[in-house]
């Protein structure tokens, strides 16, 4: 569940998030992004993880990546809805990865 | 709990963990840190969340405030006993926050 990402440098997008109480269609689209993120080109992996705080980091190989997949028609659609049913507050941060290090027993 | 983190540029540091079943000193542990990282110069936030995987973000002025993190006494000595007694894999990732937006009802 750790995303094996490549060596660095590459991009992180962290979006930080807090729901609403709709659930309308959120599971199902979540599920269909993480599917049309997969199939985007320069996609490394991802993270999730929600405990009333929602946190998701999706790693790019360049800001090139990020800014095709932040167009993509039904993401632009999702994020819509986003705003509009199931997100109270979100945050995103696009951040450059210089180094990472790691530990697994 | 999104973190109140200033205007970028600012360094975000991932850390994203799978935890043993070892729970000895690990929540008390935990809650000293983040009392000690507040009290850090250049600490500007952090968020956690943790449900299987654990992801925990802190927020940070400068690379050299990570270094003095990472160097610190306790926190050291936290970090032996992580890879000892309660991770049982982590990968970090020191990255520049390069931009930032959000949204809120």
Request: glycine content about 6%.
């Amino acid at each position: 569940m750790i995303a094996n990402t490549p060596a660095p440098p590459y991009y992180a997008v962290i979006f930080s998030n807090m729901r609403t109480e709709i659930n309308d269609g959120y599971e199902e689209t979540a599920l269909e992004m993480v599917r049309l993120a997969e199939a985007q080109v320069g996609y490394l992996g991802h993270e999730s993880v929600r405990d009333g705080l929602g946190i998701t980091i999706s790693y790019w190989a360049s800001l090139d990546a990020i800014r095709n997949w932040k167009q993509q028609t039904d993401h632009l659609f999702a994020q819509r809805m986003g705003r509009e049913k199931w997100y109270s507050a979100y945050k995103t941060r696009i951040c450059l990865v210089e180094r990472d290090y790691e530990f697994s027993i």
